[in-house]
């Protein structure tokens, strides 16, 4: 006869006193002090927040949920380089990017960003003609920093503004090809770091809450759709467990072992929500609204954040993902 363990690959574990939440989803112990089973479950939901001051296709999130950050992105003549600030309730215009002008006149679409409120960085960018910005945001002002070694856009920014990344991505003028190049960052220069096993733009990643050492990149375009997921060990990438289907334009939040992917395109505007373990995926609640992404979320695994995006319009809606782990008693028979 089969045991628990050999069905689900996890023991009952017999304690007298309830744990905490933080046991993983599905987890049964049976606590001898009351005489039951118990189970950890996490409850996680999409709801409405904010509305993003101006319609946002493209553009730098980064943060979290309660002190996130949005700069830059097209249409260029609602967003532009402007910056807001978000507190978990309410977008506040603060100073924008200080980029200069060069030949690309979408200068800071398909840029990407990372870091906290008050320690972000911001890199890449451009169309129709990719470019090599890169900005440091200390909570008041951006300060230009040390450019990117080649110019890109459409790549993935991951990290503090002390251990960042910036990996995939295109270049030069359109019809661009796809890239596998990785680039760590100090906050104050450049470095090359381990390419992609597949080269790839558009596509999820660790975000803020990301590590020069604990990276992941999954999705995107090849210029195909495509599911390969990968982690970043700090200097090379190895290809797991591949993200459930091919898509590309991913929204993001979380680290290497607790992320979530979402939205995004493969046909239609996607609403569907995945998360990752470090091991696997599995489906999570969906979003209202379905969005192709170019960077503008920020945000752990358990609180994320989302703006904006193109659906049938560009938009101005903002949606947060959050919930919490209760502890439940198993009804066995």
């Known amino acids: 006869m089969s045991t628990y363990k050999d069905l689900v690959g996890k023991y009952v574990r017999s304690v007298s006193s309830d744990p905490t939440a933080a046991y993983a989803e599905g987890e049964i112990w049976y ?18 927040g904010g509305a993003y001051p101006v319609a946002i296709q493209s553009g730098a999130g980064f943060g979290t949920q309660t002190a996130a950050v949005g700069a830059g992105g097209t249409p260029p003549g609602n967003v532009g380089l402007k910056t807001f600030e978000y507190n978990g309730s309410s977008w506040t215009a603060v100073n924008n990017m200080s980029r200069t002008p060069t030949g690309s006149p979408y200068l800071s679409a398909y840029t990407s960003g990372s870091g906290t409120l008050t320690a972000g960085w911001a ?8 470019v090599n910005n890169v900005e440091n945001y200390d909570g008041t002002t951006w300060t230009a920093s040390a450019v990117l070694p080649a110019t890109r856009g459409g790549g993935n920014s991951s990290g503090p503004q002390t251990a960042g990344l910036y990996f995939a991505g295109t270049t030069g003028s359109p019809p661009r090809g796809v890239l596998a190049t990785t ?17 790839r733009t558009n596509a999820g990643s660790t975000g803020p809450t990301g590590s020069q050492t604990a990276a992941l990149s999954f999705a995107g375009n090849t210029p195909g759709f495509t599911n390969k997921t990968e982690e970043y060990n700090g200097s090379s990438w190895t290809e797991v467990n591949a993200f459930p289907d091919s898509r590309s334009y991913v929204g993001y939040a979380g680290s290497q072992t607790d992320a979530i992917g979402f939205s995004g395109y493969n046909g239609p505007a996607l609403t569907t929500t995945k998360s990752y373990d470090g091991t696997n995926w599995s489906s999570a609640p969906s979003l209202s609204t379905g969005r192709l992404l ?18 049938t319009t560009v938009l101005t809606n903002t949606e947060e993902f959050s919930g919490t782990s209760t502890i439940q008693t198993v009804t066995t028979s």
């Open 31 to 48: 606590n001898t002090t009351s005489n039951t089973f118990k189970t950890a479950v996490s409850v996680f939901a999409w709801s409405s």
């Open 123 to 130: 890199a890449g960018g451009g169309y129709p003609t990719a």
């Open 183 to 199: 680039y760590e960052y100090d906050g104050e220069g450049w470095t090359a770091g381990g390419d992609l096993n597949t080269a």
């Open 294 to 311: 170019y960077h503008t979320n920020a945000g752990t695994a358990s609180a994320a954040v989302v703006f904006g995006g193109e659906g």
